[in-house]
Nanobody, 124 residues
Framework: QVQLVESGGGSVQSGGSLRLSCAAS????????MGWFRQAPGKEREWVSC???????KYTDSAKGRFTISQDSAKNTLYLQMNSLEPGDAAMYYC??????????????????WGQGTQVTVSS
């Protein structure tokens, strides 16, 4: 069974950067897409970005130009480089495994394995 463990969250000032990591272990997940979601207190879980096994990426509009998703297959690790962080980016960030066929999904229901989350705080 695949397990996902996020790291890299923290507290930064507005305009700062963080790089989140998601280490995967267990069964071979390299043929699946993976994604990042976030959830702020009192809000629904929001899709941020995803990447297919062959490197195709998608981003939510607020992340375009500021966030970069990538993966290191040799290390079984997913990354999210976040630059120009804003207070609105503050949330718990989760990585997840998308086992649905086709392009990576923006819908959380297609993601079957989730990490425990890593907290991102952005102060103005």
């Amino acid at each position: 069974q695949v397990q996902l463990v996020e790291s890299g969250g923290g507290s930064v000032q507005s305009g700062g950067s963080l790089r989140l990591s998601c280490a995967a272990s267990g069964n071979d997940e390299s043929s699946f897409s993976m994604g990042w979601f976030r959830q702020a207190p009192g809000k629904e879980r929001e899709w941020v970005s995803c990447i297919t096994s062959d490197g195709k990426t998608k981003y939510t509009d607020s992340a375009k130009g500021r966030f970069t998703i990538s993966q290191d297959s040799a290390k079984n690790t997913l990354y999210l480089q976040m630059n120009s962080l804003e207070p609105g980016d503050a949330a718990m960030y989760y990585c997840a495994l998308d086992t649905s066929p086709g392009p990576c999904s923006t819908y959380h229901g297609y993601y079957n394995v989730w990490g425990q989350g890593t907290q991102v705080t952005v102060s103005s």
